[in-house]
């Protein structure tokens, strides 16, 4: 999307015209981007109470959703370009809250709790389930959805779960597929086969080289209505 080096999702922000909604949704304040400022963490949701009663950060929203330890961390640092914006560990289950971050773009990025993390409690499973499904359904400002997908693990039955759910809300969603870097080429040409139906709507993309950030922020652009 931008030439290498640049900002990161420059051209996010040129295509935004003042759209700032779609999906019926209502829009969610002015859609400006803020030159010069770094990502940062612009809030956190702690509870379903807090959806609507947290602060709205004046932007549109896009979130990343998918099972625990599929790199959404990593390509939300790859994406800003700020390494360490979003924490990554080996451990799953790290992202108990929804963490929105805003920067310099039109458009906000929200990181979901992961979920399938089998050594969580039942308990901290429900609470976590509760959430997404809150921010998915009341987040006035929420546009877009993002999958992220391991590709040496393919898409799981949660993650279906997931799409179906952004298809009962009428939420327009992609399919991001990480760690194609660890693919062998066999393995990777079978990709297509692996995806199936989903495949026209996926995205490979490696945190390590790079393959595949700037066609995530064209669909981030998307998603929010900016193009």
Known sequence: MNERGSE???????????????????????????????????????????????????LPEVALAGRSNTGKSSLLNALTRRRGLARTSSTPGRTQQVLVFAGPEPVALADLPGYGWARASRGERTSWARLIDAYLRGREALRGLVVVI??????????????????????????????VDKLKRAERDRLPQVLGERAPAAILFSARTGEGRDDVWRAVADLAGLR
């Open 150 to 179: 391991d590709a040496r693990r393919g898409i799981g039955p949660l993650d279906e779960e997931m799409l179906a759910r952004a298809a009962a809300l009428e939420l327009p969603w992609r399919l991001v597929v990480t760690k």
């Open 8 to 58: 990161p999702g420059a051209s996010v922000r040129r295509a935004a015209a003042g759209r700032s909604g779609s999906g019926g949704r209502r829009a969610a304040g002015p859609s400006v981007g803020h030159p010069g400022r770094e990502w940062d963490l612009a809030t956190a949701i702690a509870d379903p109470d807090g959806v609507r009663r947290g602060p709205d950060v004046g």
